[in-house]
């Protein structure tokens, strides 16, 4: 339990700079897909209901994170192309991802902008495939504010929500989000772990890596 509370202690002090971190890491580079973004931003809804900050300056920090993040990663695929993704993709990123975005990129086009934002295993490489293909960039403002818009809103007012629904029912906020945070966290990593674990090649080159 002391454990558990040092560790709600350090969220509650890194507070939304936190959040909005790990909202602009998500959404710009393909190696920040573990990342928990849902869960970052429900949190946030709960700390705010809590009183940790307001909620309409958390949703314009976390918007903010998220459309620059977005267009980061954009630019990112246009500089340096399909390369550098398939480079992060080669141990513990799975190009499974890579290809899944690919195909729903393919299928949706400018929506997948918005819609991506609600696919964890998608979120982090669509803005990167959308910038290999060249994409429009005036659409992609116009998808990216809305995507952004949506995803920094939704997400983190249902935490809110919930949060003012448990502290009105004498129900502690921090005694959930850290169980939750830790729970998504385990989750996102064990995927890739077993992948690069259950291939010979890969789980080789791991091995060498942490012998170094």
């Not at 002391?2 to 560790?7: A, D, K, R, S």
């Not at 909620?55 to 399909?82: C, D, E, P, S």
């Not at 994409?135 to 935490?159: D, E």
Request: glycine content about 10%; charged content about 15%.
């Amino acid at each position: 339990m002391t454990v558990m509370h040092e560790l709600n202690d350090v969220i509650l002090s890194l507070g939304l700079f936190g959040v909005v971190a790990v909202v602009f890491i998500e959404s710009a580079f393909p190696f920040g897909f573990f990342l928990p973004g849902d869960t970052v931003l429900f949190a946030a809804g709960l700390f705010a209901a809590k009183g940790q900050f307001p909620i309409a300056f958390a949703i314009l920090m976390i918007f903010l994170a998220n459309f620059a993040g977005v267009t980061i990663g954009y630019w990112t695929g246009r500089g340096v192309g399909k390369r550098y993704v398939s480079q992060e993709s080669k141990l513990l990123f799975r190009h499974e991802y890579v290809e899944k975005a690919e195909k729903f990129y393919a299928k949706h086009g400018g929506k997948a902008i918005v819609l991506g934002r609600f696919i964890p295993a998608v979120r982090s490489f669509v803005p990167i495939i959308a910038g290999v293909a060249k994409m429009n960039y005036r659409h992609l403002m116009f998808y990216n504010a809305i995507g952004a818009i949506l995803w920094a809103t939704s997400v983190p007012l249902i935490g809110y929500f919930a949060g003012t629904w448990l502290e009105a029912h004498g129900i502690s906020v921090e005694l959930l989000v850290m169980p939750i945070l830790l729970l998504v966290i385990v989750v996102s990593l064990a995927g890739p772990l077993v992948h690069a674990l259950s291939n010979k090649h890969t789980r080789a080159k791991l091995f060498a890596k942490l012998r170094r």
